[in-house]
T-cell receptor, first 114, second 111 residues
């Protein structure tokens, strides 16, 4: 079946540095990918919708300059957390939509900023 | 704005018990509803997906039902096992394929 690969699954970075998380659709083309973030003891919240070849659409309250999303190809979207701070530590997960409008989730990435 | 509620936030049951996890949503205009499992420090695992036109889905010891008109879904776990201990998330898919998640129910099955 279709698989969405997310990498890295875990990352620790120093405060002030940037970290990139990749989301790849392995056996289908995804014109649209979604990025979610999970806060402790809260729901997964949609951060942005990533469309191939165009700028991402960010949800209200999400800083687009801090969370850079690039969807350069039909199988890859990246989320870059710039100038990371400890409060950015979280679980980030992506999902990808295929041509049949089925959504597949990556396994998520745990980010710890120290 | 869609809101998904899962109550209680945590549940502890003895092994072998049949249990029901509840999920409610405010906007019945959904395309589908999914139940996920999340283990501590791990990613999401999709358990069951119910299309808006369906009433239920079954997989092994799991059965999920959907009553779209009343905005409710239940996940039934039969003969619970310690390995079922995890957080169970409910999510509905609305317009533009955006998912809205509940906060999850943390289940603990005691041996």
């Amino acid at each position: 079946g279709a698989v969405v690969s997310q990498h890295p699954s875990r990352v620790i970075c120093k405060s002030g540095t940037s970290v990139k998380i990749e989301c790849r659709s392995l056996d289908f083309q995804a014109t649209t990918m979604f990025w979610y973030r999970q806060f402790p003891k809260k729901s997964l919240m949609l951060m942005a919708t990533s469309n191939e070849g165009s700028k991402a659409t960010y949800e209200q309250g999400v800083e687009k300059d801090k969370f850079l999303i690039n969807h350069a190809s039909l199988t890859l979207s990246t989320l870059t957390v710039t100038s990371a701070h400890p409060e950015d530590s979280s679980f980030y997960i992506c999902s990808a939509r295929n041509s049949g409008n089925t959504i597949y989730f990556g396994e998520g990435s745990w980010l710890t900023v120290v | 704005k869609q809101e998904v509620t899962q109550i209680p936030a945590a549940l502890s049951v003895p092994e072998g018990e049949n249990l029901v996890l509840n999920c409610s949503f405010t906007d019945s205009a959904i395309y589908n509803l999914q139940w996920f499992r999340q283990d501590p420090g791990k990613g999401l695992t999709s358990l069951l997906l119910i299309q808006s036109s369906q009433r239920e889905q079954t997989s092994g010891r799991l059965n999920a039902s959907l009553d779209k008109s009343s905005g409710r879904s239940t996940l039934y776990i039969a003969a619970s096992q310690p390995g079922d201990s995890a957080t169970y998330l409910c999510a509905v898919t609305g317009a533009n394929s955006k998912l809205t998640f509940g906060k999850g129910i943390t289940l603990s099955v005691r041996p």
